[in-house]
């Protein structure tokens, strides 16, 4: 625990404990302290407990005789707490722990009084507390002012005077939607006498879209929200769109209860869309271990940790991690109630799931509507067509062979990793290399075969499924080996020779992707196309799967036809090798470029009356006509006419609508499994050691699950949500008081456990969470009451008093003052300077950087960071690109967070460093110039107006006339400066952006310095 939050927890005691010498209460006054002091060995966990004695239960302290209701002089944990003998004084002092005075005289009255034991207040359903009377109540018309005023008053204290308005709208702008307000804004606001201007006010900042940008950043710091991997190669990953569902989402005021539901399992709601799809991205924020030899289930469950960790700390406001390794020491959570709750997550793939844009939907429908309507044509001018599909499908099965699968037993111990599905099938998972050389073995009896087949599978693993491990879902295959050997002499290897290959997937002869190219890529001359290169024995041309983007991630299958049929009349052995080497040059960027998904087959029949067809029209064609229903009919019937050449010109038609679907965009979700993963207790954590099978449930202290038999991964997010939750809507509303108020009702959000420091105004948390609740859950709701309060509202301009009083302002008796977040230190930056985009969502942006961050040895591996246009580097910060290992620097430095862990109370440091970055950093010194110019261009009187004009665009503000007399000095020694070649006006403006160009240079120069000294204030950069 931090000095900080010692001495904060120390004054919120003693403002609390003072109010109530008399009255001991357990979890104000007692539970605190034998959390802190003694919990560790008398507590929850058995593996630590000391003589077998608890004291987090009342019956077995009494039992024990440390605790004599009524009667301290006979309770033993008196004797050993006033014990002056070091072996035994409790708590030890080896233990650097220790009680005051006051501690003990508290413990003491306590027994006296019975020493009655109560729920932890955070365990127990907020029911919504009566309105607490107040000497001023008639003159507080906010339910929230009633509760803070209660409390100022036990503290002889009373409200700070009103923030004067200018301040006020500022508050309420970077408060409500992350910007300042414009000149305009702060001018029609302060001549407007309507008595409910800032009602309108709040209504309009609520509505704007700009909110769900700002509060949507907010939440993804507990979601892990970060565009890399993260681990030592950190690639790039595509989870734009669940920025976008989270900013979206706030800006529908989508009920909180909805809110998560969908995040944990909107892919299980009835009807779910992709939208619902997008939203499990919440679960998939994890980070991703794909380092040669990695273990891929070792760290898919440390993504299940990490997915527990967030939930504990986002949603219900305890420290699950403690209970992952044995039952948590201070909270009554079970290594077993852990588990139980791990258990009802443990039953998806994860995903990473094909999304489209709104425009890429619509043009989407287009295309497929299209093909409909062509197929429909075809019908109708064939009345017969159902006679001839038939007629095929009858000749198509009677020349049907029947193909054996081949499970190889010997798999390559390499980098990437193979795991043998149950079908047979090989998926390769881990590591995945830019080229692979992979054999896989199996001795199998002795048998005639004529032909092999490789089928090409997708898995919800692989990116938009697959069947290829390739950014878009596909693979090259470079060469397709078969080698024989008999059993006896496996050594003896013989390579068979192919002469024929056929396959449903022939992409046209074409140069390889951009994304796979060598580093010189002028001089890669490889290449892709039909089946045919897979067996030509040329390393430059290769088999793709990628027809199109509207077809490339769909089963496909390769027949390869030997010379002479494979013939042994005794067990042999049979290897497959697939030469994948179309891949680029970078293994820790995306280059990969081979198959992810693979079965092999084997057969003895006669090819040459029939060529082979696709699994899934294989099994429509061994079931009987007359029980297929219209879907599967369809599928027939679309390909019975793709291979048909009566309807060459309709197929062309169709292709050349294929060519043109858009190219998806993939996102990181979870797609549930057929059956769930069984779930066992991992002794201490560790994932190779497991214990007994757990089932889904609950921990006995919370609210339990609904009643169901088998409850799933639905069943858990609606138990999150659930209205008799203790913990769910407190742990909402209490961050969301942090965020307007720099500080937590209860200043641990991460934690509302029995480590937790009391609230500070319990009452007024209860009522807030119960209010969220009875008004369906609705965020905005809450807001609005916040910024509606005259508790909101008061100055925080500090007395010397008060600061001595309650320096961290825990009572709420002035307003809150603290710099804002670093999204926003550049925000304001980008506003005042008039170069803001304000478009909202997309794929994220890569302002300027300096190259070696992304180069080793900064970097693990060489990474991309290909610098946007000018106008899309001007968006604001939520969306800038962010590695986890490499951090945007100017936010970084502001304490913005990595993704690496669920993060939902952000460290508020101030360092040079932060100066240096405003004054220096490439980025805020363009915005300086453009600021410099946009003052010279929309203010064209004098130094002094210009001036007052800066001050409202950077700080919502008249300048003080000390202020403008400050700065007119400036002007003049940056003029005399420039005036005697001291300063360079080149070096200031510089020749690299359109806001050097500028005919009066010298004054852009001079004004830039002074811009960015506006820039640099802390004023500039603090929420008043």
């Known amino acids: 625990m931090s000095f900080r939050l010692l001495l904060a927890f120390g004054i919120l005691t003693s403002l609390t404990s003072s109010v109530h010498a008399e009255d001991i209460d357990f979890n104000r006054d007692i539970r605190p302290l034998l959390s802190d002091k003694c919990y560790f060995c008398h507590g929850p966990d058995e593996e630590t407990r000391e003589a077998d004695l608890r004291l987090d239960q009342r019956s077995a302290a009494i039992d ?84 803070v005023a209660a409390k100022l008053e036990q503290n002889q204290l009373d409200f700070s005077p009103p923030a004067d308005r200018e301040t006020l709208l500022r508050r309420l702008s970077l408060d409500l939607i992350g910007l300042p307000p414009s000149p305009d804004e ?61 900013i979206n989402s706030l800006n529908e005021n989508k009920p909180y209860n909805e809110f998560i539901i969908e995040q944990i399992a909107g ?53 699950t991690q403690c209970a992952q390794c044995h039952t948590h020491k201070f909270d009554p959570i079970t290594q077993t109630d852990y588990y139980r709750m791990y258990a009802a997550l443990n039953d998806f793939h994860e995903a990473i799931t094909t999304v489209y844009t709104p425009e890429q939907q619509e043009q989407r429908k287009s295309i497929l509507d299209q093909i409909s309507q062509i197929k429909a044509r075809i019908k109708q001018q064939h009345p017969d067509w159902k006679q001839q599909l038939n007629n095929w499908a009858d000749q198509t099965r009677e020349h049907l062979v029947t193909w054996k699968s081949v499970t190889p037993t010997e798999v390559p111990f390499e980098g990437q990793k193979f795991r043998i599905l149950e079908d047979g099938s090989v998926l390769s998972e881990s590591y995945a290399p830019t080229k692979s050389n992979v054999e896989l073995s ?56 192919f002469t024929r290959a056929l396959s449903n997937v022939n992409a046209a002869h074409s140069e390889l992707p951009a994304a796979f190219r060598q580093k010189d890529a002028e001089k890669d001359d490889r290449v892709t196309g039909p089946i045919e290169y897979a067996i030509d024995g040329d390393n ?62 084997v057969t003895d029949g006669d090819l040459t009356q029939a060529d082979p067809v696709p699994l899934a029209i294989r099994e429509l064609l061994t079931q009987p006509a007359e029980q297929l229903n219209d879907d599967q009919r369809e599928t027939l019937f679309s390909y019975w006419l793709s291979i048909n050449p009566e309807f060459s010109a309709e197929n062309a038609e169709i292709e050349a609508l294929w060519k043109i679907h858009p190219a998806p965009v993939s996102q990181l979700a979870v797609k549930t499994m057929n059956s769930p993963r069984k779930t066992h207790l991992m002794q201490r954590g560790d994932f190779l050691n497991p214990g007994n099978e757990v089932q889904p449930g609950a921990p006995g202290f919370l609210n339990p699950f609904q ?5 799933d991964r639905l069943d858990f997010a609606r138990w999150l949500v659930s209205d008799d939750s203790p913990t769910t809507a407190r742990t909402i509303v209490n961050r969301i008081w942090q965020a307007y108020f720099g500080r937590g009702i209860v200043s641990t959000p991460e934690d509302l456990g029995s480590q937790s420091p009391p609230p500070s105004h319990p009452e007024l948390l209860d009522w807030l969470a119960v209010e969220l609740m009875e008004h369906n859950w609705e965020l905005k709701h809450i807001h609005k009451l916040i910024v509606t309060s005259k508790t909101y509202q008061q100055s925080s301009v500090i007395s010397p008093e008060l600061l001595e009083k309650d320096p961290f302002n825990i009572l709420l008796a002035r307003g809150a003052r603290f710099r804002v977040r670093s999204e926003v230190v550049r925000d304001i930056a980008l506003t005042a300077s008039g170069l803001l985009n304000r478009q909202i969502g997309g794929p994220s942006v890569y302002p300027p950087a300096p190259k ?3 180069q080793p040895p900064a970097s693990y591996g060489p990474k991309q960071w290909p610098l946007s246009s000018n106008e899309q580097q001007y968006r604001r910060s939520l969306y800038i690109h962010q590695y986890r290992s490499v951090p945007y620097p100017p936010l970084q430095v502001f304490d913005s967070p990595k993704g690496d862990a669920s993060c939902v109370r952000r460290t508020r440091s101030n360092t040079p460093l932060q100066a240096l970055v405003m004054l220096n950093e490439p980025q805020f010194v363009d915005f300086a110039k453009a600021f410099a110019k946009r003052i010279l261009t929309e203010c064209d009187i004098d130094d002094a107006e210009r ?8 700080v919502s503000r008249e300048a003080e006339e000390e202020e403008v007399e400050i700065l007119e000095s400036l002007l003049i020694e940056i003029r005399q400066r420039i005036e005697s070649k001291e300063l360079s006006v080149q070096v200031i403006n510089g020749s690299s952006t359109d806001v050097d160009q500028s005919p009066e240079a010298n004054e852009l120069a001079t004004w830039s310095i002074i811009a960015r000294a506006i820039l640099n204030l802390d004023e500039t950069i603090t929420r008043q």
């Open 64 to 147: 024990y005789g440390a605790i004599v209701p009524g009667e301290p002089s006979q309770s033993l944990i008196l004797d050993r707490i006033t014990s002056t003998e070091s072996d035994l004084k409790m708590p030890p002092p080896s233990s650097g722990k220790s009680l005051s005075e006051a501690d003990i005289a508290s413990f003491r009255k306590w027994i006296e009084q019975d020493a009655p034991y109560a729920e932890h207040w955070s365990f127990v359903p907020p029911k919504r507390p009566e309105l607490p009377a107040s000497s001023v109540q008639t003159e507080l018309k906010n339910p929230i002012d009633r509760f």
């Open 186 to 246: 702060i001018s029609d606001f302060l001549n407007n006498t309507d008595g409910n201007a800032q009602v309108k006010l709040i209504e309009r900042l609520l509505n704007s879209p700009h909110y769900g940008e700002h509060w949507g950043r907010w939440w993804l710091d507990a979601a892990r929200y970060a565009d890399s991997d993260g681990y030592e190669k950190d690639k790039q990953r595509e989870v734009w769109f669940y920025r976008d569902w989270v």
């Open 267 to 319: 892919d299980l709601l009835p009807q779910a869309g992709q939208d619902e799809i997008v939203a499990t991205g919440f679960l998939r924020n994890s980070m991703v271990n794909e380092e040669g030899g990695a273990d891929p289930e070792q760290f898919r469950v440390e993504g299940m940790f990490d997915r527990m960790d967030a939930i504990g700390k986002a949603i219900l406001g305890l420290t």
């Open 442 to 497: 199996q001795t199998i009896p002795a048998q005639e075969i004529r032909a092999v087949r490789l089928d090409l599978l997708t898995h919800p693993q692989l990116p938009h499924n697959g069947p290829g491990r390739s950014l878009y879902g596909t693979g090259a295959l470079t060469e397709f080996e078969v080698h024989v050997a008999p059993a006896t002499d496996p050594g003896k290897k013989t390579k068979i020779k």
């Open 540 to 601: 430059k041309t290769a088999w793709t799967s990628d027809l199109d983007p509207g077809r490339r991630n769909e089963n496909a299958y390769a027949v390869f036809i030997p010379e002479t049929p494979i013939n042994f009349d005794e067990d042999f052995v049979l290897t497959w090798k697939l030469a994948q080497l179309h891949g680029g040059w970078n293994s820790d960027d995306n280059q990969s470029y081979i198959f992810g998904r693979y079965r092999f087959s």
């Open 707 to 711: 009643d169901t038999p088998a409850p």
């Open 852 to 854: 070696f961050l992304f």
């Open 947 to 954: 001036i007052q004009y800066a001050f409202q665009l950077a």
